[in-house]
T-cell receptor, first 112, second 113 residues
């Protein structure tokens, strides 16, 4: 399967713990996006990379969130000191420059 | 500021009915995409419209891009229960700060048999 893959699919963590998610984009795609989605709502933009450069961050992305794409391939999204409000689906997508984005299946985070 | 407004937010219809979902903005988009998402899965791309006034058909789905490239619509003919899902429009806005792909809040469609 050469689509976008995300790991893990599900994560349950205690409040205050740190979590890290991984996204492997489609190999030739230079753009990589992170979104957060709550039930029944559209994806909310968090940040995106073009190759290894992080070009834009949403105001939704507090200091507790950090994303990296060190070699312009896979990306990680880390949430420090998780809060219950962080519970959501975290989606990763990739695309070739300005074109259609292809999504992974997401990581469902539950903070208890 | 929500750049893409979708309406209606919820739609519940009977099998065989027709429906239209709208995606509107005050911004001009270089292209707009429509996605469909099922619970627990990521959005799946249905179509991209690029040219103002463009109409694309995908079986019973008809997509239209407004002449000014600020709005789009999705029309489904003879809806089936398998059409149930969250329909999302998305686009890269021209002349906005940054060019990240942004989404509307979606239309949740339920088709009952």
């Amino acid at each position: 399967d050469t689509g976008v893959s995300q790991d893990p699919r599900h994560k349950i963590t205690k409040r205050g713990q740190n979590v890290t998610f991984r996204c492997d984009p489609i190999s030739e795609h230079n753009r990589l996006y992170w979104y957060r989605q709550t039930l029944g709502q559209g994806p909310e933009f968090l940040t995106y990379f073009q190759n290894e450069a992080q070009l834009e961050k949403s105001r939704l992305l507090s200091d507790r969130f950090s994303a990296e794409r060190p070699k312009g391939s896979f990306s990680t999204l880390e949430i420090q000191r998780t809060e219950q409000g962080d519970s959501a689906m975290y989606l990763c997508a990739s695309s070739l420059a300005v074109s259609e984005a292809f999504f992974g299946q997401g990581t469902r985070l539950t903070v208890v | 500021t929500q750049l893409l407004e979708q309406s209606p937010q919820f739609l519940s219809i009977q099998e065989g009915e027709n429906l239209t979902v709208y995606c509107n903005s005050s911004s001009v988009f270089s292209s707009l995409q429509w996605y469909r998402q099922e619970p627990g899965e990521g959005p799946v791309l249905l179509v991209t419209v690029v040219t103002g006034g463009e109409v694309k058909k995908l079986k019973r789905l008809t997509f239209q891009f407004g002449d000014a490239r600020k709005d789009s619509s999705l029309h489904i003919t003879a809806a089936q229960p398998g059409d149930t899902g969250l329909y999302l429009c998305a686009g890269d806005a021209i002349n906005q700060a940054g060019t990240a792909l942004i989404f509307g809040k979606g239309t949740t469609l339920s088709v009952s048999s």
